[in-house]
């Protein structure tokens, strides 16, 4: 095939430019994101039990919900939290890959199931089903310079002006407001209300009566008076726009014509429907909401068409209204990629400078600068036919890439040169004789590269998901790169390079040829020495197999390293049952203690809502760090000191800063996940009291640092209860009680109004003086059915006569996981731990502090990472098992396959020790790292044994041809191999957003190499000695000849 091309380079070329041509076109197709699909679907079930406590919903709703869910298709785990307002949601999580939709339809069945033995309350509220996602893409807040727009103002403007158009844009799941649009709050006083003997009944009667929207009809329409020649509408009454219509309202007419209305017993206004979230935004008030996108949906493409549709809005704001994006993932999403990009750029322009200094030819040179590009431009044709994205772990594949696809290249051209030196031949008749002898190690390198990453490509779940990315990736790139080192590349170097005596080297390199041929010829001696002490040199390469299994248990395990995303989350709670006033206080105290720190540039913080639950005496903070480039500390260093500034300054809250997560969909932050079991039927006390012991001893822990429950604490509650027999006797009802409670305490939706073009609710509730304490009950009275006043209107009866109550701590909400109670606990690994070793103190915790009958299960990150944990031992058996196999179809031997492996540790080695040194961890990358290492290690063995056995062919002793072969491939070994490390260096010392990734997967990679590389190139004739005087007769039926040379 290459003397075809080597007579054919204009065939050569239109081949490489049709390559070109399709990469470019594939980018084009190709989606932009940070990480693939990893994060497993889900679905999750909300359902509503009015008026039911937590353990009532809990055991009438969730478990008869939970019962049902066995037998799903491709389940997981599943997790619900029931909460004291009668609200259950249950999310259902699946293995990745999944489709969603399948998914939702089979819980909708598994649903459907349960619903017989569901309580009538809960069917009548109706049951939802749907595809889940909880992670926040981006928030988008409106802010006002002008004076007259305050922050209910803002927020009515985002409900109805902004939430619609947002929702309609491909790929948006939910929006959540951190607000409330406008509504008509009537506020009721209870005196005034019992002195005209009126009730809240009495009042929405009123209000739904006369507040009303009139179709009349039409005058004259068909059918009609014959010659009737004109028709008209006819508009009746409307629904109510302004506070002074409601308060005309009219509540009692008397005989005497006077009337009762409602600004006699209330008084009305415009407010929030919902005063319960509030937003600041650098300690000033703004009106924001949060955007989840659907589950596979493209963040970077929603985040700019947000965009885009928010510059549409803008027009229609008022004067002084402006939006901006004060939180925003897909900052570090486009920055990290640039990043990489950048990495691309500086990995090719190493490489490039490997191959001058090595090759000192700038023809030569020239040549696989050409032949790299495209052959990385034909992986983006693969990656487009397999329906992958440009993300961080295709474009890590790129990286890498390049360093292994250069190698065919350089391999090729290095062999031809060299034939042209010594043997003085044409670049045409070198090129012919060239390929005769590399083809085979290209096919052999190209095949070992391919195998290596089979097992990859082939494993399940989110691991499998991030190994499939990037091993596909550098073989579609081998597939190429082997294509054009066999087409491309020797038409190239015969139609271009030039005989040796036509170039002179310059004074650095002939310095640079001294020194390398001293440390060749050097080198090509300690082989032979090597070689002659055999035994020897196996005694230690035993030493390395045992101090690479050694340390690579020692090394601590993860999934994928956290990143610093210029974003933190701090999570603010209050005492039980503190109010809103007081968490705005704290907020304002924790902006002082923030806008101190250089470090942080904006902080947006909303009362009312947090990751853990719903409640005015909780918030939570995202502050936004300053750009990577401009400050010294990362996320990770910054997290320690501001968690002890704000424990030290704030005394009235406890605060969390914790960061993100590194994957979006993989949890709420950054850290363990882990569920704390009830799996005997302790009861939720015992559980409780369990709860406190493993806090305790992760305090105790120096592994661990921030462990919290993942949920509110107790907070008060006051319970009263109906004397049915005492209310029976004055003429009430139980309902007629509860109403006129509900009715005061609870905002309660009347009715309708027209405002502003659009139609707003009517809320109707107590006045605040009326509601603030248990002294409250005194003031709600309701009429009697029995019991009469003197002009014979009913009396008026105070619910406290009827009602007892008493306080209470409720927990707010109570979780289960997988159908057993339990608790939600997080937390993270303290400075210089990794998550793998935090996870096992916890799981140490439980086992050994608790009684029986507790137990533990992981969820979110935490649990791929157990996935990945347990399935790594049999991908890198898989992956040496394919590689053997590989090369003894290649070689028709047994023994030359295991001659090549014996590497493996040694390149193991380099890894571990090169990862430990740095302080990171057995992660996902580690292990693609170590995968790409092992396959490259192999290559440099291959590139020794293949002349090696091609010279005992030739009639040449074992010594002999091993000899040979090292003296001959040492140049093209190192020079592969050093493009390869430098080519990786950019990975090894970048900074910035997603710097944490590289890091993991550049530095293993370059111990890997240097230790494959600096300790094979003397090993790698023993190992072939070695093998085939023991085995290679035995397997092979080889006749070893051992004639000293």
């Not at 993300?391 to 060299?418: H, P, Y």
């Not at 003085?424 to 012919?432: I, Q, T, V």
């Not at 790594?872 to 196999?885: E, R």
Request: hydrophobic residues 50%.
């Amino acid at each position: 095939m290459s003397n075809f091309f080597i007579d054919r380079p204009i065939f050569a070329w239109v081949i490489a430019i049709l390559i070109t041509l399709g990469g470019v076109l594939a980018i084009n197709n190709l989606g932009v994101q940070s990480y693939p699909n990893i994060a497993p679907p889900q679905v999750s079930i909300v359902a509503r039990y009015p008026g039911a406590s937590s353990s009532t919903a809990e055991g009438s709703v969730t478990e008869v919900i939970e019962q049902q869910l066995t037998g799903i298709d491709n389940l997981l785990y599943f997790n619900s939290s029931t909460s004291s307002n009668g609200r259950v949601e249950i999310t259902l999580t699946f293995k990745p890959g999944t489709n969603p939709d399948i998914a939702a339809v089979q819980t909708q069945n598994q649903v459907t199931r349960a619903e017989p033995r569901l309580p009538p309350e809960v069917l009548a509220q109706g049951i939802v089903v749907a595809k889940a996602n909880p992670d926040t893409l981006m928030a988008v807040a409106l802010r006002s310079d002008n004076p007259a727009i305050d922050r209910d103002r803002l927020n009515d403007i985002v409900a109805s002006q902004v939430l619609n158009p947002i929702s309609r844009i491909e790929g948006v799941g939910t929006t959540r407001q951190f607000g409330a649009e406008y509504a008509m709050r009537i506020w009721l006083n209870p005196e005034k209300m019992h002195g005209y003997g009126l009730s809240a009944t009495d009042v929405i009667n009123a209000l739904q009566a006369q507040n009303i929207q009139v179709a009349a009809g039409t005058l004259g329409a068909d059918p009609a008076v014959k010659g009737w020649g004109f028709t008209a509408n006819v508009a009746g009454e409307s629904l109510f726009s302004t506070p002074e219509q409601f308060l005309g309202i009219i509540l009692r007419a008397n005989p005497n014509g006077t009337a009762v209305t409602l600004g006699d017993v209330a008084t009305a206004d415009f407010g929030p429907q919902n005063y319960g979230f509030d937003t600041i935004y650098d300690g000033k008030p703004v009106g924001a909401f949060a955007i989840q996108t659907l589950p596979g949906a493209n963040g970077l493409a929603v985040a700019k068409a947000v965009r885009a549709e928010m510059a549409k809005l803008q027009v229609g704001f008022p004067q002084g209204v402006t939006w901006f994006v004060p939180y925003d993932t897909t900052t570090f999403i486009t920055i990290s990629i640039e990043d990489v990009l950048t990495t691309l750029i500086e990995a090719l322009v190493l490489v490039f400078l490997v191959m001058l200094v090595f090759l000192q030819n700038f023809r030569a040179t020239i040549i696989p600068a050409i032949v790299i590009p495209v052959a990385l431009l034909g992986a983006f044709i693969g990656m487009d036919a397999l329906g992958f994205t440009i993300n961080q772990l295709s474009l890590f594949g790129m990286v890498m890439a390049i360093g292994i696809v250069v190698d065919d290249a350089i391999v090729v051209i290095e062999n031809i040169e060299r034939i042209m030196t010594e043997q003085g031949l044409s670049p045409k008749e070198a090129a012919r004789k060239g390929m005769k002898e590399i083809s085979g190690a290209v096919v052999a390198i190209t095949a070992v590269l391919l195998a290596v990453f089979v097992p990859s490509a082939l494993q399940t779940g989110s691991t499998g998901i991030i190994y499939r990315q990037f091993a596909l990736t550098i073989a579609v790139s081998m597939f190429f790169s082997a294509f054009l080192a066999l087409t491309f590349t020797p038409a190239l170097c015969a139609k271009y390079l030039k005989p040796a005596h036509e170039r002179k080297k310059n004074i650095l390199f002939r310095k640079f040829n001294d020194a390398f041929d001293w440390t060749h010829h050097t080198y090509v001696g300690h082989v032979g020495h090597a070689v002659r002490h055999a035994p020897r040199w196996m005694m230690v390469f035993l030493v390395v197999v045992v101090a690479a299994g050694f340390f690579y248990v020692k090394l601590p395990g993860s999934f994928l390293p956290q990143e610093d995303q210029g974003y933190l989350l701090a999570m603010v709670q209050l005492p039980p049952g503190a109010t809103k006033q007081r968490s705005e206080a704290v907020m304002s105290e924790i902006w002082g203690v923030l806008q101190k720190d250089p470090e942080i540039e904006h902080t947006v913080q909303i009362i009312g809502f947090s990751p853990v639950g719903s409640g005015e005496n909780n918030g939570m903070a995202f502050i936004q760090l300053t750009d990577w480039s401009k400050r010294k500390l990362t996320a990770e260093q910054i997290i320690p000191r501001l968690n002890a500034q704000l424990h030290k300054d704030i005394r009235d809250a406890s605060i969390v800063v914790v960061n993100l997560p590194t994957v979006h969909g993989l949890g709420q932050f950054g850290g363990f996940d882990m569920y704390l079991e009830d799996t005997a039927g302790l009861g939720r006390a015992a559980l409780d009291r369990a709860l406190q012991s493993v806090q305790a001893k992760a305090k105790e822990s120096k592994v661990l640092v921030n462990v919290r429950p993942n949920q509110l604490p107790p907070s008060p509650q006051l319970d009263f209860s109906i004397d049915r027999v005492q209310a029976a006797s004055m003429g009430l009802s139980a309902t007629d009680v509860a109403n006129a409670a509900s009715l005061m305490l609870a905002p309660t939706q009347v009715g309708q109004m027209f405002a502003e073009g659009r139609v707003k609710f009517v809320m109707l509730q107590a006045a605040a003086p009326y509601r603030m304490s248990r002294a409250a009950f005194n003031d709600f009275y309701t009429p009697s059915s029995t019991r009469k006043n003197p002009d014979g209107t009913p009396a008026m009866i105070p619910i406290s006569s009827v009602i007892k109550s008493h306080w209470a701590l409720v927990s707010p909400s109570l979780t289960r996981f997988n159908g057993n109670p339990a608790i939600e606990v997080v937390g993270d690994a303290a400075p210089g731990f990794a998550s793998g070793q935090a996870m096992g103190a916890m799981q140490d915790i439980v086992s050994r502090d608790l009684p029986h009958g507790f137990g533990v299960d992981w969820a979110g990150e935490s649990f791929q990472e157990i996935a990945s944990s347990s399935g790594a031992p049999m991908l890198m058996a898989l992956s040496i098992l394919v590689v053997f196999l590989a090369l003894a179809a290649l070689y028709e031997s047994w023994s030359v396959p295991v001659a090549v492996l014996l590497i493996v540790p040694l390149a193991l080695l380099g890894t571990v020790l090169f990862t430990m040194g740095r302080g990171l961890a057995n992660d996902v990358f580690f292990k693609i790292g170590l995968v790409t290492v092992i396959g490259l290690a192999a290559k440099n063995a291959i590139l020794i044994i293949e002349y090696a056995v091609a010279a005992q062919e030739e009639g040449k002793t074992l010594r002999e041809a091993v000899l040979t072969a090292a003296r001959l491939r040492f140049r093209p070994i190192l020079m592969t191999s050093f493009a390869f490390i430098l080519g990786v260096f950019p990975l090894f010392i970048s900074t910035g957003a997603g710097a944490n990734a590289r890091h993991a997967i550049g530095t293993g990679v370059i111990g890997g190499m240097l230790f494959a590389t600096i300790f094979g190139l003397l090993l790698i004739p023993v190992f072939y000695v070695i093998v085939r005087r023991i085995v290679g007769d035995k397997l092979d039926g080889v006749k070893v000849t051992e004639k000293e040379p």
